[in-house]
């Protein structure tokens, strides 16, 4: 089946450590976004790309990289200078020339 | 970006239509409509979207104003399942091409009563 996959769904970090979030989309889209959501808050864009080896800063970048190494992939890496990283994480894609974004399931990343 | 005003909550009855406003007095000729829907710990999901017309599918019918200025989204026949926060988003088309950035507000929450 067609879709995004985020994994996992759970993760857990300790002070100091990077820790990497997975998207994955076998949807044949070009562009790939990473959202943020706090507890009873909208979503907001940390960073976006348009095509492979590309991408762009969204509304909340700092603390977070990206890469964009291959069309399919698009992970998101959790530095250590994320001092709040708790929250829900969101992945979507949007295929070329159409509007919709379809979403994953969402990773909730914790600090022990 | 433009911006959209929804109320924070809202109620309904199943099988009854429930109507989710949505101002967005800035919107500009070249915003679309998106709506939206997250249920609880999932992904959203997208329902509808236009930019002048009055638009239907399978899950909705989305009614603009005749000057753009509010939207509102219909559901015709609420289900327990529909009780989700929705979100009204302004999608800019520059020069023809869409970076797809939605912003996402707080949303509108559905309670659906049986």
């Known amino acids: 089946d067609g879709g995004i996959t985020q994994s996992p769904k759970y993760l857990f970090r300790k002070e100091g450590q990077n820790v990497t979030l997975s998207c994955e989309q076998n949807l044949n889209h070009d562009a790939m976004y990473w959202y943020r959501q706090d507890p009873g808050q909208g979503l907001r864009l940390i960073y976006y790309s348009q095509i492979v080896n590309d991408f762009q800063k969204g509304d909340i970048a700092e603390g977070y990289s990206v890469s964009r190494e291959k069309k399919e992939s698009f992970p998101l890496t959790v530095t250590s200078a994320q001092k709040n990283p708790t929250a829900f994480y969101l992945c979507?894609?949007?295929?070329?020339?159409?509007?919709?974004?379809?979403f994953g399931p969402g990773t909730r990343l914790l600090v022990l | 970006d433009a911006k959209t005003t929804q109320p924070n909550s809202m109620e309904s009855n199943e099988e009854e239509p429930v109507h989710l406003p949505c101002n967005h007095s800035t919107i500009s000729g070249t915003d679309y409509i998106h709506w939206y829907r997250q249920l609880p710990s999932q992904g959203p999901e997208y329902v509808i979207h236009?930019?002048?017309s009055n638009v239907n599918n399978r899950m909705a019918s989305l009614a603009i104003a005749e000057d753009r200025k509010s939207s509102t989204l219909i559901l015709h026949r609420a289900t327990l399942r529909d009780a989700a926060v929705y979100y009204c988003i302004l999608l800019s088309v520059a020069g023809g091409t869409s970076y797809g950035k939605l912003t996402f507000g707080q949303g509108t929450i559905l309670t659906v009563h049986p």
């Open positions: 979507a894609s949007r295929g070329r020339g159409v509007e919709t974004q379809y």
């Open positions: 236009g930019l002048t």
